[in-house]
T-cell receptor, first 112, second 114 residues
Framework: DQQVKQNSPSLSVQEGRISILNCDYTNSMFDYFLWYKKYPAEGPTFLISISSIKDKNEDGRFTVFLNKSAKHLSLHIVPSQPGDSAVYFCAANNQAGTALIFGKGTTLSVSS | DGGITQSPKYLFRKEGQNVTLSCEQNLNHDAMYWYRQDPGQGLRLIYYSQIVNDFQKGDIAEGYSVSREKKESFPLTVTSAQKNPTAFYLC?????????????FGDGTRLSIL
């Protein structure tokens, strides 16, 4: 059973607009969440993270929001740029803190 | 430049053959990981190591083996027992086995069966 879910396989956005990528998780014991960006044939690149003691973390154009009661997090990209087109993975640190559990990814396409 | 190097980028395996994927890091990280990615899927954990000479099975360890003789190196062997080895393999490392530490990834090895 998937513990980290990204229910939207794809998202299309126009350049300059906001991109919102969503992620749900099932285990209330998860306490650290991350977003990675991945281009084809490359490894994922770490983007931004958030600890469960926070509800928001911001880094430049990227903001991650965490709603613990809903077990939901989202990544906002403002403004979106064509270079943001990639697959975005949501991940959570497992309870033991030994590894990450990944969602299946959302493919973002930003058109100019 | 510090980073994680995976080699080769592409690898082909014949039926019944073992192959070894290399992963080297110069980030002085204690923890290292191997993940597998299949099309349309997230990354699934194969093995991880928190310290030299120690490693643990992940969710899909069957048909794989690892060693951790040096801090910098964590090679993965895909054995003939792995019946569906065609995938994209990713190695990662992190400072330690503590919470709130991101993992950093290499650029992967794509393994195909001849």
């Amino acid at each position: 059973d998937q513990q980290v879910k990204q229910n939207s396989p794809s998202l299309s956005v126009q350049e300059g607009r906001i991109s919102i990528l969503n992620c749900d998780y099932t285990n209330s014991m998860f306490d650290y969440f991350l977003w990675y960006k991945k281009y084809p044939a490359e490894g994922p690149t770490f983007l931004i993270s958030i600890s469960s003691i926070k509800d928001k973390n911001e880094d430049g154009r990227f903001t991650v929001f965490l709603n613990k009661s809903a077990k939901h997090l989202s990544l906002h990209i403002v403004p979106s740029q064509p270079g943001d087109s990639a697959v975005y993975f949501c991940a959570a640190n497992n309870q033991a803190g030994t590894a990450l559990i990944f969602g299946k990814g959302t493919t973002l396409s930003v058109s100019s | 430049d510090g980073g994680i190097t995976q080699s080769p980028k592409y690898l082909f395996r014949k039926e019944g053959q073992n192959v070894t994927l290399s992963c080297e890091q110069n980030l002085n990280h204690d923890a290292m990981y191997w993940y597998r990615q299949d099309p349309g899927q997230g990354l699934r954990l194969i093995y991880y190591s928190q310290i030299v000479n120690d490693f643990q099975k992940g969710d899909i360890a069957e048909g794989y083996s690892v060693s951790r003789e040096k801090k910098e190196s964590f090679p993965l062997t895909v054995t003939s027992a792995q019946k569906n080895p065609t995938a994209f393999y990713l190695c990662a490392s992190s400072i330690g086995q503590t919470s709130n530490q991101p993992q950093h990834f290499g650029d992967g090895t794509r393994l195909s069966i001849l």
